[in-house]
């Protein structure tokens, strides 16, 4: 049986300009994959969003 994952990625420069990669990994099958992905997409949001 193969599982397939939901990979979900984003690329975020610091203050100093140095790249930061984050990503999720997650089965579509889980019961609170809509919930995860959203606070995922939301937080990403917020980091890049910030304040100069």
């Given at each position: 049986m193969?599982?397939?994952?939901?990979?979900?990625?984003?690329?975020?420069?610091?203050?100093y300009g140095i790249w930061n990669y984050v990503a999720l990994i997650?089965?579509?099958?889980h019961p609170q994959f809509v919930s995860i992905a959203q606070q995922f997409s939301d937080t990403i949001a917020l980091f890049r969003d910030?304040?100069?």
């Amino acid at each position: 049986m193969v599982t397939l994952n939901t990979l979900m990625t984003a690329e975020l420069p610091d203050e100093y300009g140095i790249w930061n990669y984050v990503a999720l990994i997650l089965r579509p099958d889980h019961p609170q994959f809509v919930s995860i992905a959203q606070q995922f997409s939301d937080t990403i949001a917020l980091f890049r969003d910030k304040p100069e």
